[in-house]
Nanobody, 119 residues
Framework: QVHLVESGGGLVQAGGSLRLSCEVS????????MGWFRQAPGKEREFVAR????????DYVDSVKGRFTISRDNAKNTAWLQLNSLKPEDTAVYYC????????????WGQGTQVTVSS
């Protein structure tokens, strides 16, 4: 059974940084496109970033371009999301997800990690 476990969330001041981790167990990371999503209170879950299975391409929502960086290490079965220049509107629960279909559908999800940015 595939499990995704996020860590690294927390409380940070505006302008600060955090690094979220997503550890995959029960399968091999190299099989999946990895993605990060977030859900703010009262809002729907939104796509944040994804990293192709091969590691050759990345994709970001416009609101985080230039501030967030997605990365992965297949040997470590771990993906990361580096969050820089954080803004209060980045406050949300962040989820990692794994896709066998290049992001068309997301097959596995983590439990989420809370990121809170104070102004």
């Amino acid at each position: 059974q595939v499990h995704l476990v996020e860590s690294g969330g927390g409380l940070v001041q505006a302008g600060g940084s955090l690094r979220l981790s997503c550890e995959v167990s029960g399968s091999t990371l190299s099989r999946y496109t990895m993605g990060w999503f977030r859900q703010a209170p009262g809002k729907e879950r939104e796509f944040v970033a994804r990293f192709s299975r091969s590691g050759g391409s990345t994709d970001y929502v416009d609101s985080v371009k230039g501030r967030f960086t997605i990365s992965r290490d297949n040997a470590k079965n771990t993906a990361w999301l580096q969050l820089n220049s954080l803004k209060p509107e980045d406050t949300a629960v962040y989820y990692c997800a794994a896709s066998l279909t290049a992001g068309i559908a997301w097959d596995y999800w983590g439990q989420g990690t809370q990121v809170t940015v104070s102004s």
